[in-house]
């Protein structure tokens, strides 16, 4: 019934949205990662649970049965969210009824049932939608004046006229979709006419895309004009530089990495307080980290107005350590190789142990009970360093690490530490492009020796912990008026 196809047209992440927070079942709603198939349909595995949406198909015989679903009748083709994971069932949190065939269940017509206690059955709720979308988009590169307050990240929220809407992290404004002039707006959360900014969406399904041109009210002309620095990207704020031995040279490119703004169609980040700079190169289709990238000019006074407007006269080429974009979007991915500065050889060279990454800086493992075995994973982990082609984490003062098993793609928590082997105390599943060990798609399986294996605790969770201060972009690094 299951297989591990990967066919590029099914997204790879969802989100389902719309659920109150508070009614039942609002859990449902969050990221879902693509693994394997049902039925010959996509599979989606929620992040750090066993919950899936999976295809159910049931062959009625005669007269269909009653079942406990008493508002919406079960449909023979259905997905359905289910949170015992991968069954031969049609008991389910929710379910929405697929009379078309469709492939992924991210499709503004289907409509979602959510069990309640109260009814006593399955009843739609038209504002749960499943949709394939990025989490967060940014604005970056609004002049410092009136609007720039719309310079900043959004976050998913609900979804408008079948395409997704986003609310600025300070919660008053809105970027969503306005079907009747095909376009994406800026405006007031709440606000029904009017806006602040809008671009044509053309053919692009959510606003994160750079090729959008915005056009801002312009107060003091009564009129929408083009800002060619204004810009909406789907990009992390923080990258962080791992792997880089202390003793080596230019050590000095670990730490983190906040958003600054475009260069050359792509992000650019700084490192707070240094003068290092992470940019894309389209001459050389590289990623390139240049420690002395924020020189010129001033560092006061022109530093931004640079970065946005993409004036290379004063950097050229000239890096500390480089990757091979090979088509990426950002920089913070495991899997780019970086070549760094060597003086004594007077070349870049290949050191395996670095990588740009958007994992967090710190975990927290919790949930195991503290009666059963290997309860010692739970505690505070940091980011301790790279190994096998992905950062791992310590706990402090002990040899207990959270750490990335190629093979079966998976992160591991092994008492013993950084070992080449699958052994461990509990290990959860993941993509193969998985950043850290709080982005996985089963549950935790956790060493029970009294059966010899290791069983699923879906009370175990791993979550990015502490105040990562670099995380939190400063509004004048947003803006390009600074002169």
């Not at 990238?293 to 107005?305: F, H, I």
Request: with cysteine; net charge negative.
């Amino acid at each position: 019934m299951m297989n591990g196809s990967q066919d590029p047209g099914l997204p790879d992440v969802l989100h389902i949205v719309g659920r109150s927070h508070g009614r039942e079942n609002s859990d449902i709603c969050g990221k879902y990662l693509r693994g394997g198939t049902v039925y010959g349909r996509a599979v989606y595995r929620q992040r750090g649970s066993t919950t899936v949406i999976r295809y159910w198909r049931r062959a009625f015989t005669g007269s269909p049965c009653l079942t406990r679903e008493l508002v919406c009748r079960p449909p023979q083709r259905r997905w359905v969210i289910d949170r015992e994971g991968l069954r031969e069932s049609d008991v389910c949190a929710a379910f929405a009824a697929d009379s078309r065939d469709l492939p992924h269940p991210a499709h503004p017509e289907l409509i979602w049932c959510v069990w309640e206690s109260r009814m006593q059955g399955h009843v739609a709720d038209t504002e749960v939608i499943a949709v394939s979308a990025p989490r967060t988009v940014t604005i970056v590169g609004r002049a410092a004046g009136a609007t720039d307050v719309i310079n900043g990240r959004y976050d998913l929220a609900s979804v408008c006229h079948g395409r997704p809407a986003y609310v600025h992290s300070r919660g008053d404004l809105c970027i969503r979709y306005l079907k009747e002039e095909h376009r994406w707006i800026i405006a007031c959360l709440g606000q029904d006419n009017g806006c602040v900014a809008f671009a044509e969406a053309g053919h692009f399904q959510h606003p994160g895309h750079i090729e959008l041109e915005w056009m801002l009210w312009e107060a003091g002309r009564g009129m929408f004009c083009a800002d060619p620095g204004m810009r909406a990207l789907v990009a992390p704020t923080v990258v962080r530089m791992a792997g880089r031995r202390a003793e080596a040279e230019n050590a000095r490119i670990n730490g983190s990495y906040t958003l600054a703004g475009i260069m050359e169609g792509r992000p650019a980040y700084v490192q707070p307080g240094t003068h290092h700079l992470i940019r894309y190169s389209s001459r050389t289709d590289r990623w390139l980290l240049d420690t002395d990238g924020l020189v010129e000019p001033s560092l006061a006074s022109r530093l931004y107005y640079w970065i946005f407007r993409g004036d290379l006269n004063a950097a050229g080429e000239r890096c500390a350590a480089f990757s091979e974009a090979s088509g990426s979007e950002h920089p913070g991915s495991s899997d780019l190789d970086w070549f760094v500065w060597e003086s004594r050889r007077g070349n870049f060279l290949l050191d395996q142990g670095v990588c740009c990454t958007t994992a967090p800086p710190s975990l927290q493992v919790s949930g195991r009970a503290g009666w059963r075995e290997n309860e010692f994973i739970n505690g505070e982990y940091a980011l301790a360093g790279t190994y096998l082609g992905r950062v791992y984490y310590q706990k402090p003062g002990t040899h207990i690490v959270i750490r990335f098993w190629p093979p079966r793609s998976c992160w591991l928590i092994d008492g013993l530490g950084l070992q080449p082997s699958d052994a461990c105390s509990a290990f959860a599943d993941c993509l193969a492009d998985s950043e850290s060990p709080a982005d996985v798609c089963s549950s935790w399986l956790v060493y029970e020796a009294t059966r010899g294996s290791h069983l699923a605790d879906p009370c175990v969770a791993v979550s990015p912990s502490g105040d990562d201060g670099s995380a939190q972009m400063d509004e004048q690094m947003l803006c390009s008026s600074m002169c």
